[in-house]
């Protein structure tokens, strides 16, 4: 738990930090089981934003959080199936991707894929990894495959790769974002330019490089079209590939060093 910073050891971190590194669960997950008041700082709930310290004991749903319990390493590519939910909560009544995946050691999701999409999700049980990924301010690259109900038209196209207004719920925008929405329950964002190309009538390819909740969704309806199928093919290097629906595998290797690669050139 110790760290450096201007050759001064800190000897305390936010607790939604601690237990991301610890790998108990993602920041945002930490918020949400501190607002629930799951976590513990000796016997007493835990606040949004307190910081911990050596020495202090720290419990997750009444399991106790130890450094020296700290699990090897690991990040998995999972074919989440469309219905099953990607977070570690068990409050929605559909299938946890947590639960589907029933992996021996504790991991949790990279960022999201709704509840109705399918595809490539990473799991790790580094919080580290997952927040690295998850800035919006690197760019990492994400592609999906969708279908629409309606034709993709060249038009269609041309908006969506130029940037779409989108309203997001204030739950999923930055604090800075939640900071100026003065009481309102949604903000107007415009998407960043991206990729996008025809691959058949209905069918469209896409890349994207911020992830907003539901965000494709969000933009083909916000232009007159709705998404029938929506399928993540890509993570940065990491790719879908043949694995089949509901499976997973490890990445590891030249794949994983890619992956390290890409993210401390962006750092």
């Not at 910081?51 to 202090?56: D, I, M």
């Not at 947590?98 to 509840?115: A, C, M, S, T």
């Not at 998850?134 to 269609?156: A, L």
């Not at 998404?227 to 499976?247: C, F, S």
């Amino acid at each position: 738990m110790m760290s450096k910073d201007n050759n001064t050891e800190k000897a305390s971190m936010r607790i939604n930090r601690y237990l991301s590194d610890m790998g108990v669960c993602s920041r945002r997950e930490a918020d949400r089981l501190i607002e629930s008041g799951e976590v513990l700082v000796d016997g007493i709930p835990a606040k949004l934003g307190q910081k911990v310290e050596r020495g202090q004991h720290i419990s997750v749903k009444g399991r106790e959080i130890k450094a020296e319990e700290k699990d090897e390493p690991v990040l998995i590519a999972f074919n989440k199936p469309r219905g099953v939910v990607c977070t570690t909560s068990t409050a929605d009544r559909a299938v946890n991707i947590i639960e589907y995946i029933n992996y021996p050691l504790r991991i949790f999701p990279v960022g999201r894929l709704d509840k109705d999409s399918q595809g490539l999700i990473l799991l790790t049980n580094r919080g580290e990894l997952v927040n690295r990924i998850n800035r919006q301010r690197y760019g990492h690259e994400k592609e999906y495959i969708v279908s629409c109900r309606r034709p993709v038209t060249d038009e269609f196209l041309k908006a969506m790769s130029e940037g779409v207004k989108i309203r997001i719920p204030v739950t999923d925008v930055s604090d800075r974002d939640k900071n100026n929405a003065e009481g309102r329950e949604y903000v107007d964002k415009i998407t960043r330019p991206c990729k996008v190309w025809r691959l058949d009538k209905y069918t469209f390819g896409i890349i994207l490089t911020q992830g907003y909740n539901r965000q494709i969704r969000r933009m083909c309806d916000a232009l007159g079209n709705y998404v029938k199928t929506l399928k993540r093919v890509r993570v940065m290097n990491i790719e879908l590939d043949d694995l089949k629906e509901g499976a997973y595998r490890d990445v590891t290797g030249e794949e994983l060093e890619e992956l390290y690669r890409l993210i401390e050139r962006d750092s």
